[in-house]
């Protein structure tokens, strides 16, 4: 009977997760990266060159091959569809939550081990990630391993975590190449507490076996090349500390982290400072690493919220700390209660009320997508309210993370996260419907790419093209009875007498379908 109960106790814990991490409808990308990695992707098994990242037919030297050949490979192995697109990603947000949940065992305790990744998964900014094909939540689930192998090393005994501890820093290279630096840098403490992990054999065993990936590809793309890739994948990180579309002031995290870790960002920030007089071990991870890696970040000039992704664990341990101590204050305990019971429900109603009368209808958001949000925010505002008083920790920390997990869960099977292209994708299905189109490549005129909105529009529309071509210089290296994505020809009854306007729409603007008769 007991292990009965065992094993539905695990299933539970696995499926839990299931409608915040799967969802089967259909889906679309957004142009900036994921849909740039997945045109790569899409080149990789068109091409068959599984070497060099690929912007049509020109090389693109300033990152790595590491997320485009998981989505490709994926893709080849599973078919070619978004679902396996997105494979890569999903795969190591699994991951990252089950680390999450042995982390909060190791740190923590084992009775809530489950809150931890359960907090993770409702948390706005890993939630948003974590449904993109992009290399951030592949980057993060590394890192998390490498601070979990840490962690788990007590002497040179442990031959396996030292073995990790070394390895997950090349394979994060190969994701997110110098940027590594970052985590590094902020354990070097942690590293200094470990006493000899660096002078073991087996930890630089691990850094070798992490960056033979990186190696390999290296050595592959060499020849094709006038100077090692290692140089142009510097020249891109040096630019991170020049003046881009992402500089940011240098308090930019102080406002961004709490915003893009809502629901839980002052739990964890409670969490941060109590652990400051923590064990020592505690100390150093739930405290000194977010703290330093923050600090570090905040050094560059480039500044982006997906940063951040790489302590997100941390925080989520943090927000379990902070909430167990509001519910232990004597002092804090009252208005830990009244606010989390009273203030932001009423503010999640208020809220709620007001996009639905005033905003509901200025929203590209259709029926589906309006109604599951409004449900998700009103059973979010619910469930906080029964908080009570009386409620043992237990019973608060279920009813806290309800909130967030049926927002998250509404959000996600919506639609919003996933189908995030809707009304372009939509375009395209009847673009791909025409007869004219049907089993016959589409090419692309380059020249009509002279800005971000342009770009944008056509990876989008290149990825639901069903027969993508080749990309072209000019409209004028169009042959007879050819198609093309273009940006000429302002109208249709106005065409030049050689092209012919087939298709054209504001969704799809600039680009229009064209024929050269």
Request: with cysteine; proline share 3%; glycine share 4%.
């Amino acid at each position: 009977m007991n292990n009965t109960i065992f094993q539905v106790k695990k299933f539970f814990k696995i499926f839990v997760f299931v409608p915040l991490i799967f969802y089967f409808g259909k889906r679309s990308y957004i142009a900036f990266d994921e849909g740039f990695y997945a045109l790569q992707s899409k080149w990789i098994l068109e091409k068959g060159n599984w070497i060099i990242p690929l912007w049509w037919d020109k090389y693109v030297l300033d990152r790595t091959i590491g997320l485009q050949f998981l989505i490709a490979k994926s893709q080849d192995i599973f078919g070619k569809n978004m679902f396996s697109a997105y494979l890569p990603t999903t795969i190591a947000a699994i991951i990252m939550l089950f680390i999450t949940y042995k982390l909060h065992e190791e740190l923590l305790d084992k009775k809530y081990a489950l809150a931890s990744p359960l907090i993770l998964s409702t948390t706005f900014l890993w939630f948003d990630y974590s449904h993109l094909a992009t290399q951030d939540i592949i980057y993060s689930c590394l890192v998390t391993i490498g601070v979990f192998s840490l962690v788990k090393v007590k002497g040179k005994n442990n031959k396996f975590y030292i073995l990790i501890a070394g390895s997950w820093i090349g394979l994060a290279f190969m994701m997110k190449t110098f940027l590594v630096a970052v985590p590094l840098v902020s354990l070097l403490p942690y590293f200094f507490i470990k006493g000899k992990l660096l002078s073991s054999k087996f930890f630089w065993f691990g850094l070798l076996i992490g960056f033979i990936p990186y190696l390999l590809w290296s050595f592959s793309i060499g020849p094709y090349l006038e100077k090692n890739v290692i140089f142009y994948l510097f020249d891109k990180f040096n630019s991170l500390s020049n003046k881009n579309v992402f500089t940011n002031p240098f308090y930019y995290y102080l406002w961004n982290i709490p915003a893009t870790f809502l629901p839980w960002s002052f739990f964890a920030i409670i969490g941060i400072i109590c652990n400051i007089s923590q064990s020592k071990e505690n100390k150093y991870i739930l405290t000194y690493f977010p703290i330093i890696l923050i600090a570090t970040l905040s050094i560059f000039s480039t500044k982006t919220p997906y940063y951040t992704l790489q302590i997100s664990s941390i925080f989520s341990l943090n927000a379990y700390v902070g909430i167990k101590f509001l519910f232990n204050s004597k002092r804090y305990s009252q208005i830990f209660i009244f606010i989390t019971s009273k203030i932001i429900p009423l503010f999640i109603f208020s809220l709620t009320f007001t996009y639905y009368f005033f905003f509901k209808d200025t929203t590209n958001f259709n029926s589906k997508e309006n109604t599951f949000l409004i449900l998700g925010f009103l059973f979010f505002g619910l469930s906080w309210s029964f908080i009570k008083q009386k409620n043992s920790f237990r019973e608060i920390l279920i009813i806290l993370i309800i909130g967030p997990y049926l927002l998250t869960s509404f959000v996600l099977q919506s639609g919003l996260f996933t189908d995030r292209s809707r009304e372009l994708r939509e375009k395209m299905e009847y673009v791909s419907s025409l007869n004219i189109v049907k089993n016959k490549p589409i090419n692309v005129d380059k020249s009509g790419i002279t800005n971000s909105k342009s770009q944008s529009k056509i990876i989008r529309i290149s990825l639901l093209t069903p027969i993508l071509g080749e990309g072209l210089d000019s409209i004028d290296q169009l042959n007879k009875s050819e198609l093309a994505w273009s940006t000429k020809f302002k109208k249709i009854k106005n065409n030049n007498y050689d092209y012919e306007v087939i298709y054209e729409n504001d969704i799809l603007k600039p680009w229009k379908l064209v024929l050269k008769k």
